[in-house]
């Protein structure tokens, strides 16, 4: 990167704050590791999950794939290269790429209808998609959830993980832990399949449930 252009960008991170229309472009283009480009896409993700959830009416036909594309729109509106159905281990819901580094992030999508459904959500992200390697050790799962009570439903997926970790004849070793940024979300980390590293998961709720009990 240019010394110019860098120091343009840095001025312009100082006033990312104050200016709402510059959101994350700075920190985007200066982030230097693959922890910080995870950290900022998730700061991303959540402003989009927010603007959703803001209207869940409007997202209560919708599939999986209608949901998904409109969230990797929004990313690519910001800046991300981001794509759906792209084929890594096989045709993945959303993939998040820095060119011309090597880092790529993967999240898989699923309306939530069971526990079961979700965890093979889970296995394909885990086994299928990610290699598990430096540069692609994060992923996350995208829960659109239609019924009520989110933090209950996200209390038992994160307990049926830790039950299936238990019961499983070659255990991953998985543990879970909080999200700070999002009381709803939380995180797991495992050993992962293919790479023997551990692999760090997002668990990311869509709250979407929309049963008003007015009149109107």
Sequence with gaps: MHQELKLSLETLKKF?????????????????????????L????????SKI????????????????IDIINQLCAMGYVASHEKKIGGHTDMLVEKPPKTWLWIGEAKIHSSYPYLFKGFRQLTTRYTSGTNDTNQGGMLIYIRQANTQNIMNKWRDYLNKI?????????????????????????????????????RH???VLHFNPEDNS
């Design 53 to 68: 959830e803001q209207n869940p009416e409007l997202y209560k036909n919708d599939s999986e794939d209608r949901i998904t």
């Design 42 to 49: 998730y700061n991303d993700i959540d402003l989009i999950v």
């Design 165 to 201: 970790n238990l019961r499983a004849s070659t255990p991953f070793n998985l543990n879970t832990s909080p999200c700070n940024q999002n009381p709803l979300s939380f995180y797991s980390i495992h050993i992962h399949q293919r790479s023997g590293l551990p692999f760090t998961t």
């Design 204 to 206: 990311i709720p869509l």
């Design 16 to 40: 990312s704050d104050d200016v709402p229309g510059l959101g994350n472009f700075a920190n985007r283009a200066l982030v230097s590791d693959y922890e910080g480009f995870v950290s900022i």
